[in-house]
């Protein structure tokens, strides 16, 4: 086992089964072993690639949208431009990079950053070209008009299951056989009322932490003005068991090696959309997003400059991003935004 397994099964021991948020709190954020806390887990040579990291458009295409978006707003300043779990730094250094020409926009703003993981901060301090302020939650994010970006961040989120049985509810626990670890299920009151007619056998997820994460950033936007545009996989009220663990991009069993894996779950867009007051688009798929951003365009006036193999991963990467066999159609977007301001650029207003 590794040395977070025994630290948790010690734990469980002493005080009983953990739910599964606070073991994926553990196995991602643990300050000595936790798996964002510990390294860089980016990259071909990490356990997973992030949009951003496939390439440059990605951060340029969004950083683009929201800054058309605080143009339509009325270029209000000074104002903060944030990103939730920026991971290395390549998006924001990307948005900030392509809005060079945007006028008043690089005067305005103030760039924000919410990390909890000090290995990332570092890395982000080096990639991204201007002073920024770190938070360890949207909490204590500046009152002002904000501008947010967020891309892959609620996956990362810790999670509770429950399981609908013959009798009712049961929430899915990690406990001990012996001194091995386990699931196991403890019995649990309705999670959510929009479970409330599940059938039997249903399995259902929600991510405690959002809701006041998604509060956090509308109040900002609601008193001040701005938009939030999230990026992650998921849908519509996600439905079953998605949790997957990862480690050097194979799947494995999510008690297998605690702190040494990466964890994620499906992102429930409507537990997002029901924690804010705020207007928002409907959910859209990456691939579309960024047509309608005019990636097409960005990546044929790059690929002039570019021969070879060069050519050839910026080509393999654009399909990578839009292909709805690839990223396109497994990545969903949404945007929030002040009420009685324009959409961000590229969304739709929800059809219900
Ligand atoms: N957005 C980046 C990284 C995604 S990975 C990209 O697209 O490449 C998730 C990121 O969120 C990491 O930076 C991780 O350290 C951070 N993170 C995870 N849980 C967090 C939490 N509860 N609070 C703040 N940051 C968190």
């Given at each position: 086992m590794t040395p977070?397994?025994?630290l948790?099964?010690?734990?469980?021991?002493?005080?009983?089964p953990m739910t599964l948020a606070d073991w994926m709190a553990e196995c991602l954020m643990h300050p000595a072993h936790g798996y964002y806390a510990t390294r860089d887990p980016f990259g071909t040579k990490g356990d997973f690639v992030t949009a951003p990291e496939i390439s440059q458009m990605f951060g340029e295409l969004l950083g683009l949208a929201l800054a058309q978006s605080w143009l339509d707003q009325g270029s209000p300043s000074p104002f903060t431009l944030a990103e939730l779990g920026p991971g290395r730094g390549t998006l924001m250094a990307d948005a900030l990079r392509a809005t060079h020409g945007v006028p008043g926009f690089h005067e305005g703003l103030q760039v924000h950053l919410v990390e909890t993981s000090p290995t990332l901060r570092t890395m982000q301090a080096r990639t991204i070209p201007l002073p920024a302020q770190w938070h360890n939650s949207t909490i204590t994010?500046?009152?002002?008009?904000?501008?947010?970006?967020?891309?892959?961040?609620?996956?990362?989120?810790?999670i509770r299951q429950y399981q609908r049985g013959t009798t009712g509810w049961h929430e899915r626990m990690v406990g001990l056989d012996g001194d091995r670890l386990v699931f196991g299920l403890a019995p649990s009151p309705l999670p959510d009322a929009r479970f409330a007619t599940d059938p039997q056998e249903t399995v259902v997820e929600t991510c405690p932490a959002a809701p006041a994460i998604i509060d956090a950033i509308s109040a900002r936007i609601l008193h001040h003005g701005g938009a939030a545009i999230i990026v992650d996989y998921g849908g519509w009220r996600s439905k079953g068991d998605t949790l997957q663990a990862l480690r050097a991009h194979q799947p494995e069993h999510p008690l297998a090696n605690?702190?040494?894996?990466?964890?994620?779950?499906?992102?429930d867009f409507e537990a997002l959309c029901l924690a804010t007051p705020l207007p928002r688009s409907g959910l859209i798929p990456q691939g579309i997003l960024l047509k309608r951003l005019g990636i097409d365009q960005r990546a044929a006036r790059l690929a002039a400059g570019m021969t070879g193999e060069c050519l050839e991963n910026h080509r393999a990467a654009h399909h990578r991003l839009t292909d709805p066999a690839e990223m396109g159609s497994l990545f969903q977007t949404l945007a929030f935004h002040a009420p009685g301001t324009p959409l961000p650029p590229g969304f739709d207003a929800p059809e219900t």
């Open positions: 977070l397994g025994l948790l099964a010690q734990r469980i021991a002493a005080t009983g994010l500046p009152d002002a008009p904000l501008f947010l970006l967020a891309n892959e961040f609620f996956d990362a989120l810790p605690p702190g040494l894996a990466d964890l994620t779950a499906h992102v």
